[in-house]
Structures are given as structure tokens and as C-alpha cells.
């Protein structure tokens, strides 16, 4: 049975670098399929973000690009619920690294309160002249140009900064640069179970920088990014599923947030929602067996899958690129195709 620990892994808060407190468990408030969705849902998606606060999670993850930073502000100021007991993502746009104050105020005109962190999506962005053509690596404005525009953001209606997809390639220049006097307060990456983050996950921790897992559930068993079967049939999720009696799916969230990471699964069933509050203690072995799964199953990022389409690029004779940047670029993997993260 679920045990009382379950319910105290559940209700985790982490402190970030800056003292803010973070509920580990969060909602994604990206609407499955991404950010395009017709008007006429728009009704229907608040009710998701409102049934997510109804089920207790308090931690709320947007972005520009989701189309619900309105949605997440109507919900949170419309619940009875205390501001003050919300975090609030949301993130700057690639295509907006050449405006972040303008970015900065819209979106937070758009949830009508304070932003808890601002991440900046991506390191990577997009011209501003041609909107297309994203920024090739070292371009201006860098992610370090960037970065330091969103520090002068920090204030009353911005109470932290983090980034988002770094590795530890970006976050090291990033760290090391003499502009750079806010550390960020999270990475938001994906991360899942063949995606373990094995080496970025220690490196973010050690420098005081929150991880945030994004796809933790690498989609779900009904996944849109690729098939999970080899995830959920497997006997070390259905095993762990019936020694805690949670899902499988709340397995993985237990192993994230014990490995110090806050995760934003997105659900839109209330049954799910509250099965995955239900976190549960996993023994240090059963982390570990978690943690080398990808050795069985083989590694996978969802970022490489169709879905993601619209940003990868193929060029003859070259890497292909995502937004403009290779996998050395991004800094996951080196130059003979070993994973770095
Ligand atoms: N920073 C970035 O670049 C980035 C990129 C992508 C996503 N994100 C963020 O990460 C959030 C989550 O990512 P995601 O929605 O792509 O993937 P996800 O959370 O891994 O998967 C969500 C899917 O999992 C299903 N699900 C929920 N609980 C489950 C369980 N216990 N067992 C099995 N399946 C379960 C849900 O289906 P039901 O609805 O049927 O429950 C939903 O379709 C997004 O909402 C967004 O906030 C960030």
C-alpha cells in the first residue's frame, strides 16, 4: 500500500540558491500537442490548470510558447488559494531574445501577477530581422547577453531566474563569465528514465542550481513524442509499481524528486493528478536500478523525436541542428557522439 511516506515525498519543497521554496511536485501547463490548440479549448485548458490546483499542486509551469500564461493566471487568481502559496514559471521565448524587458512585461501582463521564475526557454534564439533564421552559436545576443538582461529583471515582479535546456558545456561558460552575478535558481531539462541526466543532474545540484525535469514521464504511456512501451511493460516500473501500489508513472517522479529534482508532469485526468501526488520512498538501490535503466533499453532523448521537428535542420555533410545549433553546440554530446549529459 501507499504508505505515509508517500504522502511526505509527495509534499517535498525544495529551497532554491535565492530562498525561495518550491513544492517539487508541479503541473506542465503545456496542453498536450503543444502550444497550438484553437481557440475554442481555451475554456477547456484553464479547467485542467484549475483541476490541478484543486488536486493540490502549487508549483505551475508555462511558458510564452504554451499559449496558457493567461490561462495559469486566471486559475491562480481565481482560486481561493493564496497567492503567495504559488511558484509561477514561465519562460522567455527563443524568438524574444532581442526584446527580454518587453518579453519580460508581456508575459507577466498576460498572468496579471509576479513572476516566481523567469527561465530563458532555450540558450538558443532566433533573428530579429529575419525570424526564421535562428542565432548560430557565439551570434549576439549570446545566452550570456541574454542572461544578463534577465538579471536586471530581478525585483518585486520577477523573484528569480533560472535557464532552461543548459548543459553542463553552457552552464559552465555561462557561470564563469564576470557579468554573471545571479546564479540561475534552476535548469529545466528533460529529463525521464532514458534520459537520466546521470552527469548534469550532480553538476546543477553541486552549483546550487535546482534541476526541473520537463517530460519527466517521457510523454506518458499514450505518449506524442515516442513509444514508452519499453518504459512502462518493463519489469522494474511494474514491479516498483506493485510494491508501492502507485503507477508506474508516479514511480519515475518518486525517482526524480529523490534524486533533488522538481518535476512538472502534465495530466489532464484527476485521477492521474492525484495518483501522482502519492510519491513513494524508493530504497537507494531501487534509484540506482532506476538510474542504469537506460542500459538495458538504450539512451533516448524525446528532444530527437518527431514531434520536435520544427526546430531540427538537416545540412549535407553537416550535424543537423536544432534551433540552429549541433549536439556539440549544445553541449550533449562531444564531437564522437558520447552522450555528456
Ligand atoms: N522547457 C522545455 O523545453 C519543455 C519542453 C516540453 C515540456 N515542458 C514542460 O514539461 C511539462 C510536462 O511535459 P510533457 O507534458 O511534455 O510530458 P510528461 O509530463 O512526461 O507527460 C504528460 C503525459 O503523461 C500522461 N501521464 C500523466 N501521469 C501519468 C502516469 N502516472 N502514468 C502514465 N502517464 C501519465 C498524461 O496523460 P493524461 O493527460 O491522460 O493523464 C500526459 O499525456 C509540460 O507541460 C511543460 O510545462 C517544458
Same mark, same amino acid.
Given at each position: 500500500m501507499a504508505s505515509?511516506?508517500?504522502?511526505?515525498q509527495g509534499a517535498t519543497i525544495f529551497e532554491l540558491n535565492n530562498g525561495q521554496k518550491v513544492p517539487a511536485l508541479g503541473f506542465g501547463a503545456m496542453k498536450k500537442g503543444g502550444g497550438t490548440f484553437p481557440p475554442s479549448e481555451r475554456t477547456h485548458v484553464k479547467s485542467l490548470i484549475t483541476q490541478a490546483i484543486n488536486a493540490g499542486y502549487r508549483t505551475i509551469d508555462t511558458s510564452?510558447?504554451?499559449? $496558457?500564461?493567461?490561462? *495559469?493566471g486566471a486559475a491562480v487568481l481565481e482560486s481561493p488559494i493564496p497567492r503567495e502559496e504559488f511558484t509561477i514559471i514561465t519562460k522567455l521565448a527563443p524568438s524574444d531574445v532581442t526584446d527580454v524587458r518587453g518579453a519580460f512585461e508581456r508575459s507577466r501582463a498576460l498572468l496579471g501577477t509576479y513572476i516566481d521564475i523567469y527561465i530563458m526557454h532555450w540558450p538558443q534564439g532566433y533573428n530579429k530581422d529575419d525570424p526564421s533564421r535562428p542565432l548560430w552559436p557565439g551570434e549576439?545576443? $549570446?545566452?550570456?547577453? *541574454?542572461?544578463?538582461?534577465?538579471q536586471e529583471l530581478i525585483g518585486p515582479e520577477c523573484r528569480g531566474?533560472?535557464?532552461g535546456n543548459f548543459t553542463i558545456r553552457t552552464l559552465e561558460s555561462l557561470l564563469r563569465d564576470p557579468g554573471v552575478f545571479v546564479r540561475p535558481v534552476v535548469n529545466e531539462i528533460e529529463i525521464q528514465p532514458r534520459n537520466p541526466n546521470l552527469r548534469l543532474v550532480p553538476y546543477c545540484l553541486e552549483n546550487g542550481i535546482r534541476p526541473i525535469a520537463w517530460g519527466p514521464?517521457?510523454?506518458?504511456?499514450?505518449?506524442?513524442?515516442?513509444?514508452?512501451?519499453?518504459i512502462y511493460n518493463d519489469p522494474l516500473f511494474t514491479s516498483l509499481s506493485s510494491k508501492y501500489d502507485i503507477s508506474a508513472g508516479t514511480v519515475i517522479l518518486s525517482w526524480l524528486v529523490q534524486r533533488g529534482v522538481i518535476v512538472v508532469p502534465h495530466s489532464s485526468s484527476p485521477v492521474r493528478l492525484a495518483q501522482n501526488r502519492q510519491l513513494a520512498k524508493l530504497t537507494g538501490d531501487e534509484v540506482e536500478r532506476i538510474n542504469s535503466f537506460h542500459e538495458k533499453v538504450g539512451k533516448q532523448r524525446v528532444t530527437d523525436e518527431a514531434f520536435f521537428d520544427f526546430g531540427w535542420k538537416e545540412t549535407p555533410g553537416k550535424r543537423r541542428t536544432f534551433m540552429g545549433w549541433d549536439v556539440v553546440d549544445l553541449g550533449w554530446e562531444d564531437e564522437e557522439g558520447n552522450w555528456l549529459t
Amino acid at each position: 500500500m501507499a504508505s505515509s511516506n508517500a504522502t511526505l515525498q509527495g509534499a517535498t519543497i525544495f529551497e532554491l540558491n535565492n530562498g525561495q521554496k518550491v513544492p517539487a511536485l508541479g503541473f506542465g501547463a503545456m496542453k498536450k500537442g503543444g502550444g497550438t490548440f484553437p481557440p475554442s479549448e481555451r475554456t477547456h485548458v484553464k479547467s485542467l490548470i484549475t483541476q490541478a490546483i484543486n488536486a493540490g499542486y502549487r508549483t505551475i509551469d508555462t511558458s510564452r510558447i504554451y499559449l $496558457t500564461e493567461d490561462l *495559469v493566471g486566471a486559475a491562480v487568481l481565481e482560486s481561493p488559494i493564496p497567492r503567495e502559496e504559488f511558484t509561477i514559471i514561465t519562460k522567455l521565448a527563443p524568438s524574444d531574445v532581442t526584446d527580454v524587458r518587453g518579453a519580460f512585461e508581456r508575459s507577466r501582463a498576460l498572468l496579471g501577477t509576479y513572476i516566481d521564475i523567469y527561465i530563458m526557454h532555450w540558450p538558443q534564439g532566433y533573428n530579429k530581422d529575419d525570424p526564421s533564421r535562428p542565432l548560430w552559436p557565439g551570434e549576439s545576443p $549570446t545566452y550570456i547577453e *541574454v542572461y544578463k538582461q534577465m538579471q536586471e529583471l530581478i525585483g518585486p515582479e520577477c523573484r528569480g531566474i533560472g535557464v532552461g535546456n543548459f548543459t553542463i558545456r553552457t552552464l559552465e561558460s555561462l557561470l564563469r563569465d564576470p557579468g554573471v552575478f545571479v546564479r540561475p535558481v534552476v535548469n529545466e531539462i528533460e529529463i525521464q528514465p532514458r534520459n537520466p541526466n546521470l552527469r548534469l543532474v550532480p553538476y546543477c545540484l553541486e552549483n546550487g542550481i535546482r534541476p526541473i525535469a520537463w517530460g519527466p514521464l517521457a510523454g506518458g504511456i499514450s505518449s506524442q513524442y515516442t513509444n514508452t512501451t519499453s518504459i512502462y511493460n518493463d519489469p522494474l516500473f511494474t514491479s516498483l509499481s506493485s510494491k508501492y501500489d502507485i503507477s508506474a508513472g508516479t514511480v519515475i517522479l518518486s525517482w526524480l524528486v529523490q534524486r533533488g529534482v522538481i518535476v512538472v508532469p502534465h495530466s489532464s485526468s484527476p485521477v492521474r493528478l492525484a495518483q501522482n501526488r502519492q510519491l513513494a520512498k524508493l530504497t537507494g538501490d531501487e534509484v540506482e536500478r532506476i538510474n542504469s535503466f537506460h542500459e538495458k533499453v538504450g539512451k533516448q532523448r524525446v528532444t530527437d523525436e518527431a514531434f520536435f521537428d520544427f526546430g531540427w535542420k538537416e545540412t549535407p555533410g553537416k550535424r543537423r541542428t536544432f534551433m540552429g545549433w549541433d549536439v556539440v553546440d549544445l553541449g550533449w554530446e562531444d564531437e564522437e557522439g558520447n552522450w555528456l549529459t
